[in-house]
């Protein structure tokens, strides 16, 4: 049987686990080695990559600072997460404000005192990205427009964190990035829409808020359809293996997204449209193997026999 201080340090360390997002931070660590592998360093054998351990500690860091970047927005957010997440809200209050502070200020120490191990130029790189998180979370993210588009970028930052390390700045990465990167923004304004109430609660001038839903909608519809077009480039003008597979399934959801969208009234309704683009992008994660697929089949690339 578990004593009662071990139920109360287990149920903290699952409060903590789901401030930081624990379960987000695998896929991260898995998006960014497979993109290395086969869109950042597709040159280098995949299993040069998998024991570069410089490139190692630069997604650790890029971890741990995503990490605490979900600490500090868990933070500033917890008046509203009261209203939009109940459950999720309650269970994150079971570790203090301040031992969430502690916790944000020590990984973001060790992701500092790790990047000076690469290099100056990763440790600033991290530094600066470490003060965007903040200054989003304190400021930006209460601005429409402004904050999706900020919030977006920043969870693609990490990726050109490992773009200036393998130094391939080819053009299909950056199409790719687009295609992420508008997926992304297009789960931020659903997001809006799905914690309408608490922001307007906590005057949030997001875009439902200040212009409407209606607005809201005709924009992201417009991004949806944007999405069109870096697909068409990745299909027609680059070599993606199998993955177009991928990128044509996305186009039959995207349009099934937006007849959706248009229905949708209630924060149940929103919260399945968010989740619809977070699947896509999990599933654009792992379908990254499907560029060269011979990696898992035989292991050919893995080792260039």
Known sequence: MLTRKTKILLMKILSLFSVVRGYNIPIIVIA????????????????????????????FVSTLTIASGYIINNFYDSEKDLINRPNKSMLDRLVSQKTKLQVYFGLNFLATALAFIISFRAALFFSV???????????????????????????????????????????????????????????????????????????????????????????????????????????DKYDVGYMDIYFYISLIVMLFFLQKLWKSQTHDEYLQLHNILKSLIVAGVFSIVLIDPSVLIHGRTLLKI
């Open 32 to 59: 960014q080695y497979l993109s290395s592998i086969f869109i950042l360093a597709p040159e280098k054998r995949a299993l040069d990559v998998i024991l570069d351990w410089r490139l190692f500690i630069i997604v």
């Open 129 to 235: 990205y470490i003060f965007l998180i903040w200054f989003y979370s304190h400021k930006l993210k209460k601005y429409p427009i402004i904050g999706n588009l900020t919030a977006s970028l920043l969870a693609v930052l990490p990726f050109f964190g490992i773009l200036l390390y393998f130094k391939n700045f080819y053009h299909v990465i950056f199409v790719h990035a687009t295609f992420l990167f508008l997926l992304i923004l297009i789960r931020e304004m659903i997001k809006d829409l799905e914690n309408i109430k608490g922001d307007v609660a906590n005057n949030y001038q997001t875009i439902p808020v200040r212009f409407g839903e209606k607005i809201s909608k005709k924009l992201i519809t417009v991004l949806t359809i944007s999405t069109a077009l870096p697909v068409y480039i990745l299909i």
